[in-house]
């Protein structure tokens, strides 16, 4: 009866021993093995991703698709800022200057208008200032204002190179009072003049004030001239 009870025990631990070990395979079933898996595959390729040389077709070459409305557009490449192939920047800065030798061309012009706008009896100041320009490039030089004199700046281009042509007055000192541009011409085209007769320019101070003679080529490019008067 002994041997029958332990066999017998034996017998029941085994079963359960059996079935708690399938129970636990069944609640943690292996992991199915994927071919490949963490591996990439050939051919792929990420969302996004270019390959090196690639560039985006163009309007009217294979491959390319109009963007659907209301999508922007690719910019064209290069540099931000950057001015179109052909399109011309004005220039800025000082126009290269020249002797009134080399600019003899254009002194006509200068004479003609002097007899047209300065009053009678005004006298050349210094030499005339003279460059060869491109749009937006200037030119100056320095003058003395005396107080009861009265001032004529004449200015010209040669056409049809130069198309817009200003001149200023411009204090190199802080004067109360005084805007820094004290006058300037209110003419369009190729000639310019400041302080035509009879109303040329007076500095209504009783002492003398030091001013720069600005000369602009604001169109075109070319040859221009200024020449100041005083009476």
Known sequence: MRISLKVTTLTLIAGA??????????????????PGYGQQQPGYQQPGYQQPGYQQPQPGQPGY????????????????????????????????????????????????????????GAKPLGSPLMGNFQTGQTLESQIQLQPGKCYTVVAAGMPPGVTEVNVQF??????????????????????????????????????????????????????????????
């Open 17 to 34: 021993l059996a079935v708690g070990g399938c129970r636990k395979k069944e609640e943690e079933p292996p992991a199915q093995y994927q």
């Open 65 to 120: 698709q109009q963007p659907a409305p209301g999508q922007p557009t690719a910019q064209p490449t290069g540099q931000p800022g950057a001015p179109l192939p052909g399109m011309q920047q004005p220039s800025t800065g000082q126009a290269s200057p020249i002797d009134p030798a080399a600019g003899a061309v254009v002194q006509p012009l200068l004479n003609q208008l002097a007899a047209q706008s300065a009053p009678p």
């Open 170 to 231: 411009i204090t190199t000192v802080s004067v109360p009072g005084f805007a820094p541009v004290l006058a300037q011409d209110n003419a369009t085209g190729y000639q310019a003049v400041l302080g035509p007769n009879p109303d040329c320019y007076k500095w209504p101070l009783p002492m003398a004030v030091p001013v720069k003679v600005v000369l602009t080529v604001a169109g075109g490019s070319g040859m221009a001239a200024a020449q100041v008067y005083e009476k």
